[in-house]
T-cell receptor
Framework: DADVTQTPRNRITKTGKRIMLECSQTKGHDRMYWYRQDPGLGLRLIYYSFDVKDINKGEISDGYSVSRQAQAKFSLSLESAIPNQTALYFC?????????????FGPGTRLTVL | AQTVTQSQPEMSVQEAETVTLSCTYDTSESDYYLFWYKQPPSRQMILVIRQEAYKQQNATENRFSVNFQKAAKSFSLKISDSQLGDAAMYFCGTGGTSYGKLTFGQGTILTVHP
C-alpha cells in the first residue's frame, strides 16, 4: 500500500463550487505539505504544517484553506473554485531529523475547474 | 528566499548515451540542500538524488550523479547509460535544512530515443 495517498485522483468541477482534496499518510511523519504543479512553473507551495497545531501559508495560499485533522491527515479546500486553479495538486510528507528532510509525495490529484 | 532555474525545457538522448541536465539556484539560506526529482508519465514524484551544500564531494546514485559548483550556484544532473525508463520530467530544487519548504525549478522534459 502507498505511504501517501490522495483522494480523489482526478476531479472535474465548475466555477464557484467548493472542493476538498484529501491526503493521508502512514509514514508517521509530522510534517505535511500541499503543492500545485503548473506547466512551466514547476511545483509551488500552497500550505504546510509541521504538526497538528502548526499550519503555515506557502507562496500561493490565496484562494485555498487547509485543515490538519490528525497527524496522518491534511486536507486542502478550494472554497470557491475558479478556472485558474486548474492544476495538478500534490501532497507531501517529511520527517525532519537533524539536517535530513526528504519529502515523500503522494500520487497527485488532477483538478479541472470549468 | 530561494529561486531555481532550469534553462532547458526539453532535452533528448539516445539510449545508452550520457546526458546532463542544467540547474542554477539562488538561496538566502546558509544551510541548505539541493535535489533532483523525477516525474514519469505516471506523475509520481520520485527523488533521484540529493546533495547537502556543506558536502564538497558530489553525490552519486548508480547511473545518476551531480556536478555541484557552490560558488557558481550550479547543480547539474548527469545520467549515464540512459535507459528508456529514464524518460520523464526532471525537477531541480533546493530546501533549507532548518525547515521543510522546497523551491522547485520549472522542469526539464527528457526524451530517451531507442
Amino acid at each position: 500500500d502507498a505511504d501517501v495517498t490522495q483522494t480523489p485522483r482526478n476531479r472535474i468541477t465548475k466555477t464557484g463550487k467548493r472542493i476538498m482534496l484529501e491526503c493521508s499518510q502512514t509514514k508517521g511523519h509530522d510534517r505535511m505539505y500541499w503543492y500545485r504543479q503548473d506547466p512551466g512553473l514547476g511545483l509551488r507551495l500552497i500550505y504546510y504544517s509541521f504538526d497538528v497545531k502548526d499550519i503555515n501559508k506557502g507562496e500561493i495560499s490565496d484562494g485555498y484553506s487547509v485543515s490538519r485533522q490528525a497527524q496522518a491527515k491534511f486536507s486542502l479546500s478550494l472554497e470557491s473554485a475558479i478556472p485558474n486553479q486548474t492544476a495538478l495538486y500534490f501532497c507531501a510528507t517529511s520527517d525532519f531529523q537533524g539536517s535530513t528532510d526528504t519529502q515523500y509525495f503522494g500520487p497527485g490529484t488532477r483538478l479541472t475547474v470549468l | 528566499a530561494q529561486t531555481v532555474t532550469q534553462s532547458q525545457p526539453e532535452m533528448s538522448v539516445q539510449e545508452a548515451e550520457t546526458v546532463t541536465l542544467s540547474c542554477t539556484y539562488d538561496t538566502s539560506e546558509s544551510d541548505y540542500y539541493l535535489f533532483w526529482y523525477k516525474q514519469p508519465p505516471s506523475r509520481q514524484m520520485i527523488l533521484v538524488i540529493r546533495q547537502e551544500a556543506y558536502k564538497q564531494q558530489n553525490a552519486t546514485e548508480n547511473r545518476f550523479s551531480v556536478n555541484f559548483q557552490k560558488a557558481a550556484k550550479s547543480f547539474s544532473l548527469k545520467i549515464s547509460d540512459s535507459q528508456l525508463g529514464d524518460a520523464a520530467m526532471y525537477f531541480c530544487g533546493t530546501g533549507g535544512t532548518s525547515y521543510g519548504k522546497l523551491t522547485f525549478g520549472q522542469g526539464t522534459i527528457l526524451t530517451v530515443h531507442p
